[in-house]
């Protein structure tokens, strides 16, 4: 992305975040980690960009069916949040929840909001390959990627005044607006990320999970897996559509682990996980079908 700048000197603002109890080398201090830097045709505020994945949420959990188990739910939760405090963006509202749907994808909504396919929870094999999923997300959130194709959809549309003086008041417009654009399942599917910007989120997401504690391994895992799986198998057309290739991805991992040094050990499997595939191995199975 021609906006963000890589710079050395960010992670020394950026491990203060979590204080003492950051879990990564100084050494870290010479690695690299995307800078974000705002969309110039983006003027939403923070304020106006929250209330907008709130006013968009409320819209697409009419359309999917979102899958409800408190342990799930809780433990999820937890580490949307640890990856939001680990974050370029730690004040926003993240939240997490699962749509029941056999597709291996997930999505970020503006503000914080993280929509998981529960396809995604059954595939990945240990607690930091799912962390390495979720923290890409939550890297979307932080360089506002959804957000700017969603501008960009209104002003195409003539409709980002319309959204500007609306999103902030009680009324239904947004939710008006988001239909007139097709609804919100599909106009998810149709904002493209660029290449560059889910690169951009792969790497924001290894920084978040390093700061958070857990190994960024667990991407080189995913990638390497998907990598495997890329041709003809069906659950993955959604995420490997519009997203650079899986080896190229796992190539750009594998340099940044070599770039760092990892003094504490880092979380890669827990009971927690363990505990989340039994859950949904007793569950009726998820539809197949790729809505949400």
Same mark, same amino acid.
């Given at each position: 992305?021609?906006?963000?700048?890589?710079?050395?000197?960010?992670?020394?603002?950026? +491990?203060?975040?979590?204080?003492?109890?950051?879990?990564?080398?100084?050494?870290?201090?010479?690695?690299?980690?995307?800078?974000?830097?705002?969309?110039?045709?983006?003027?939403? /505020?923070?304020?106006?960009?929250?209330?907008?994945?709130?006013?968009?949420?409320?819209?697409?959990?009419?359309?999917?069916?979102?899958?409800?188990?408190?342990?799930?739910?809780?433990?999820?939760?937890?580490?949307?949040?640890?990856?939001?405090?680990?974050?370029?963006?730690?004040?926003?509202?993240?939240?997490?929840?699962?749509?029941?749907?056999?597709?291996?994808?997930?999505?970020?909504?503006?503000?914080?909001?993280?929509?998981?396919?529960?396809?995604?929870?059954?595939?990945?094999?240990?607690?930091?390959?799912? *962390?390495?999923?979720?923290?890409?997300?939550?890297?979307?959130?932080?360089?506002?990627?959804? /957000?700017?194709?969603? *501008?960009?959809?209104?002003? +195409?549309?003539?409709?980002?005044?319309?959204?500007?003086?609306?999103?902030?008041?009680?009324?239904?417009?947004?939710?008006?607006?988001?239909?007139?654009?097709?609804?919100?399942?599909?106009?998810?599917?149709?904002?493209?990320?660029?290449?560059?910007?889910?690169?951009?989120?792969?790497?924001?997401?290894?920084?978040?999970?390093?700061? +958070?504690?857990?190994?960024?391994?667990?991407?080189?895992?995913?990638?390497?897996?998907?990598?495997?799986?890329?041709?003809?198998?069906?659950?993955?057309? *959604?995420?490997?559509?519009?997203?650079?290739?899986?080896?190229?991805?796992?190539?750009?991992?594998?340099?940044?682990?070599?770039?760092?040094?990892?003094? /504490?050990?880092? *979380?890669?499997? /827990?009971?927690?996980?363990?505990?989340?595939?039994?859950?949904?191995?007793?569950?009726?199975?998820?539809?197949?079908?790729?809505?949400?």
């Amino acid at each position: 992305m021609k906006s963000t700048e890589l710079s050395r000197r960010r992670f020394v603002g950026l +491990a203060g975040l979590l204080g003492a109890s950051a879990l990564v080398s100084p050494a870290l201090l010479h690695a690299v980690e995307p800078h974000i830097v705002d969309k110039p045709y983006n003027t939403l /505020t923070e304020e106006e960009e929250i209330a907008l994945g709130r006013k968009f949420s409320a819209e697409y959990e009419k359309k999917v069916e979102i899958m409800h188990n408190p342990v799930i739910d809780a433990y999820l939760t937890n580490i949307i949040h640890k990856l939001g405090n680990a974050s370029q963006r730690p004040h926003w509202p993240y939240q997490v929840k699962v749509v029941n749907s056999a597709v291996v994808n997930a999505c970020a909504i503006p503000g914080g909001f993280l929509y998981l396919q529960r396809g995604l929870l059954e595939y990945v094999e240990d607690e930091n390959e799912m *962390v390495g999923a979720m923290a890409h997300e939550v890297g979307h959130v932080v360089a506002r990627h959804t /957000t700017n194709q969603l *501008v960009l959809n209104f002003l +195409a549309k003539n409709l980002y005044d319309r959204v500007k003086k609306n999103v902030l008041l009680n009324n239904d417009v947004i939710a008006r607006v988001i239909e007139a654009l097709g609804g919100p399942v599909v106009l998810l599917a149709e904002l493209k990320y660029s290449r560059q910007a889910e690169s951009e989120a792969d790497m924001l997401g290894f920084y978040e999970m390093l700061r +958070a504690g857990w190994h960024p391994n667990g991407l080189l895992k995913f990638f390497t897996r998907m990598e495997q799986n890329e041709r003809g198998r069906t659950p993955f057309d *959604v995420m490997l559509s519009d997203h650079p290739s899986s080896a190229d991805r796992a190539a750009a991992i594998r340099r940044e682990l070599a770039s760092v040094q990892i003094a /504490t050990p880092l *979380v890669e499997q /827990t009971v927690q996980f363990k505990a989340l595939k039994e859950a949904l191995r007793l569950m009726p199975p998820a539809p197949k079908s790729a809505k949400g």
